[in-house]
Each structure stands twice: as C-alpha cells, then as structure tokens.
C-alpha cells in the first residue's frame, strides 16, 4: 500500500470529496481531501502527492489561481473539474498548466480512467518508438523519453508540464508527419476529441513559447491548414 499513488482531491463539496476519497480507496488509491486552497497547500507541504485533482471554484482562492501558483514551483500532475458551462475557464485551465480535465457532473469512473492515463504518462515508462530509443534528439535538442525531460541546445533544462511533454513527444516520435488534433489527443491523451475540445490547441500554444526561436513563426511545429500540425525537424534517437 505505501507504493500505491497518492491523490488529493481538492473541493468544497464535503459530499463529492467524501464519495471521491472513498472511490479511489477501494481501487488501490490513498486519498486525501482539503476543502480549499490553504488546505492544499499544507498537504503538498507536508507530504509527496502523484496527482492533484482540483476544483474550479473554490472559496478564497480559486482553482485557477491555485494551478498558477503551483505551476511557479512545481509540474505535479492536475487534473481539474469544471462545469460544463465553462468552456472558457477550461481553456484557461489548460493555460495555467492543468494536464486535463473532467466536466461536471461525472462518473467516479471517468474521473478513475484520467486519473490512471496522467499517471501512465507522468510516472510509467513512456511508450516509446520500437527501437528502444530513450532520447530524441532535434536541432540541438535533447528530449529524454525516461527522465521525461527536455534539455535546450544550451543544455538548459527547460520545465515542461506533463501534458506540455507528452505532445512534444507525440511530435517527435512522429516527424515530418502530418498529425491531426484528435491523433494528438489520443497519443497524449488516449481520448478523442469532443466537438468543443481545445486542449491541444492550448498545450501546443505553451509549448511553441517555450521551444520556437519565435512562437508567431514557428520552425519546428508547423500548421497544416485543414490538416493539424507537422514536427519539421528531423529526429536522431540515441538509445
């Protein structure tokens, strides 16, 4: 049991925490549950959590302003419940770093399914190409599929997000191919995309600013009209 993954659900619905907390204990889980952010805060101090699945609206601070602060320290998966009127919000939510998101209301069991796909990419071996490559390697570029991190030409280590590496990492394991946005949701993801889904858009948006010389003009992920996106450069794997 001190090897299972530990959770912290974060919402003010004593309820939802509570059928929460108890759903992710009997599948091999150990949770725990803070009402709000200062809660949160103190059990991230206080111990090493695998995920954060983390309200949208919280009294005092809330789950936006919350992923913002915890992305200025820390890539610690998130996953955040949303309501289904606040597309936008969502959208925001990617941009401040939140891995994926779960609209309310939903089953147990869904919230269980992408809580189990973040862990399997941010703390399982990633898949990787067939030829048992560990480190990809582009215009000066070092992407180590193991560590899960990304080293600049200068050999700078550059902060991904996970979502932010599993997308760079679907484009480099598939160069100088054209991917669509529902093929980059189901690599990064292992879901299809639904009619108002825009997380890729907003994860390949953080992640041109961090890797293009300039994001407005970008050289190594191109856009496709009508077709999605293409990963220029040629790719090196160094096993």
Not at 23 to 42: C, N, P, Y
Request: glycine share 8%; net charge neutral; hydrophobic share 45%.
């Amino acid at each position: 049991m001190s090897h299972a993954p530990r959770i912290l659900i974060v919402d003010d619905d004593r309820e939802l925490r509570q059928l929460l907390s108890g759903f992710l204990a009997r599948q091999g889980f150990r949770a725990e549950i803070a009402a709000d952010g200062r809660a949160m805060f103190k059990f991230l101090d206080a111990a090493r959590f695998d995920l954060v699945v983390l309200d949208l609206m919280l009294p005092g601070e809330d789950g936006l302003a919350l992923c913002r602060r915890l992305r200025a320290t820390s890539n610690l998966p998130v996953i955040m419940l949303t309501a289904l009127a606040e597309e936008t919000d969502r959208i925001v939510g990617l941009e401040m770093g939140a891995d994926d998101y779960v609209v309310k209301p939903f089953s147990p069991r869904e919230l269980l399914a992408r809580i189990k796909a973040v862990l399997r990419r941010t703390g399982g071996t990633p898949s990787g190409p067939s030829d048992g490559a560990r480190t990809l390697v582009f215009e000066g570029w070092r992407l180590n599929l193991a560590k899960r991190e990304l080293h600049s030409p200068e050999g700078v280590l550059m902060p991904l997000t996970s979502g932010e590496f599993d997308l760079l990492a679907a484009f480099a394991e598939h160069p100088q191919r054209v991917l669509s946005r529902d093929l980059l949701l189901d690599l990064t993801k292992g879901r299809i995309a639904g009619p108002y889904d825009r997380s890729i858009d907003v994860q390949l948006s953080r992640l041109r600013r961090k890797i293009e010389a300039d994001p407005n003009d970008p050289a190594l992920i191109k856009t496709v009209r009508g077709g999605g996106y293409i990963f220029a450069p040629p790719v090196e794997r160094e096993k």
